[in-house]
């Protein structure tokens, strides 16, 4: 299939090259072989035909070479392993296109990213370069994050307060701007965010914020060595110092710096935190530049031999924290706490909230149906209604089914239980959306083993589940079963869709939670409180599983 696309692509590219530019898509790769299949598709999808991709094989151990010498339509160039920014340069050598885009071997593009920044460099010739914003994707916890920031102006100046291009995929430069710029060999990382200081300083760019990549996040992602990525991000700052010409300027690049001490020291806190341990260069990165944040971690070194004590003697760990006094804290002493309106053993409202301006948990369903509405299209079934399939689907539904487990419904167009219900056929839907129904089924595996069978290979599963909620005191609560946690629907989804793509996603805190549970209404917590995430009070969790 990869082969027949990308034989598709190149034939479709040379029918178009007279009359569209050419874009060389330069892909470096040192040993993420198992990567490039998605990259190569990412970039076959495009709807802009006249695009050749060129790998530079930055001396992989793996099986690099074979991956893309069997790929046709791929261009494969190799070099003894140099670094990323060799590589680059390398690809710049080999590409023929009007204009490039650099792509990590572990990222992607997203569909219309080529056609989306070409336009804005079409529509304005000055332009040396436009970027747009994209999606951070945490693999390991299968979260999504957008990242976008509006900057329509002043772009040297806010790239010295901090690089809000942030992934290198979003950028699609002009040909001649590597005429007069290349990578610096001598930087092992921010090599992006040097060209982009390089560039901006001397001609125009642009910034738009349509998403058009997409970052993976990983364990052997550079990025993971905070000291090494504070200490280059600084010095490719520093390099502008003496290319300052206005006090904005200055007060930007003196902004700037303490921006990134910040930022990377206060990553570098809550790793420490999470890890309870840290190295000596993680040690001199903190006194260096946040003294005073490295005494408050040493502060909460007792924090850390209070959470050692509880998980290594859980029978007798309360008894020795006593002992050594490790209770104290900054947070209100015991019995002083003040409980206002939720001093009380009833909850402001017994129907979730619906009646005090709407529940809280739909707050982070209707993110996600929103986030991920691109899936629900063609053919979709809901559960008990279809109120989100038109909502989010819109004009991309061609029908729209209604499952429901009894008849009188007149809004059913399918009648049955979904655990069991071999009277819908195989491979008939391209969309499920199944918010908030999954506890009320006991043979909830059977549930999803339906929803597999009846999707359509490439169809999507679009499923939410609570794990802290109150039970329903009317027609639910007979049938109100489970709840769920992140890990437990990653587990779940493994064994229902082998094969197929899962994200899952968790959201909430304990105040999202303690509101939620109280029956308060969406409007009486704000959004900044709500997008706050602790793994330990998950409201809601989702999936969007796709079927392979």
Known sequence: ??????????????????????????????????????????????????????????????????????????????????????????????AKGAFLVFLDADDWLLPGAISTNLEYLQQDPKLAFVSGAHIKVFEKEGLRKDEVWEVPSHHYRQLLQGNYIGMHATVMYRRWVFDE????????????????????????????????????????????????????????????????????????????????????????????????SFSSAEVLTFIKHQPLLFIKFSLRKAAMIKTFIKKATPAFGLRLLHKAGLYKSHLPAVGSIVFGDFGRTTPFSREFGYDRGGPVDRYYIENFLQKEASCIKGRVLEIGDNEYTLQYGGSRVTRSDVLHVHEGNPKATLIGDISAAPHIPDNSFDCIVLTQTLHLIYDFKGALATCHRILKPGGALLLTVPYVTSIDK???????????????????????????????GSFGNVLAASAFLYGMGRSEISRKVLDQYDPQFQVINTVKAIKA
């Open 1 to 94: 299939m990869l082969q027949q696309a990308s034989i598709q692509t190149e034939k479709t590219a040379q029918e178009h090259q007279l009359t569209m530019p050419l874009v060389s898509v330069v892909i470096p790769c040192y040993n993420h072989a198992k990567y490039l299949p998605e990259a190569f598709q990412s970039v076959w999808q495009q709807d802009h035909p006249a695009v050749e991709i060129i790998v530079v094989d930055d001396g992989s151990a793996d099986n690099t070479r074979q991956v893309v010498e069997s790929t046709p339509g791929v261009k494969y160039v190799y070099q003894v392993n140099q670094g990323l920014s060799a590589a680059r340069n390398t690809g710049i050598k080999h």
């Open 474 to 504: 009317d027609e639910w609560g007979s049938t109100w079963y489970w709840s769920f946690t992140d890990k437990a629907l990653r587990r779940m989804m493994a064994e229902s869709f082998p094969n197929g793509k899962v994200e899952v």
């Open 181 to 276: 710029f290349l990578y610096d060999n001598s930087l092992r990382s921010c090599e992006d965010y040097d060209l982009y200081l390089k560039i901006t300083r001397r001609y125009p760019v642009a910034h738009h914020t349509s998403k058009v990549a997409a970052y993976r996040l990983h364990d052997t992602n550079m990025s993971g060595n905070i000291p090494n990525m504070l200490a280059s991000v600084l010095q490719v700052l520093e390099r502008q110092h003496n290319q300052l010409a206005t006090p904005v300027e200055r007060a930007a690049f003196a902004k700037g710096k303490s921006i990134w001490k910040e930022y990377y020291c206060r990553l570098l806190y809550h790793k420490a935190a999470r890890e309870n």
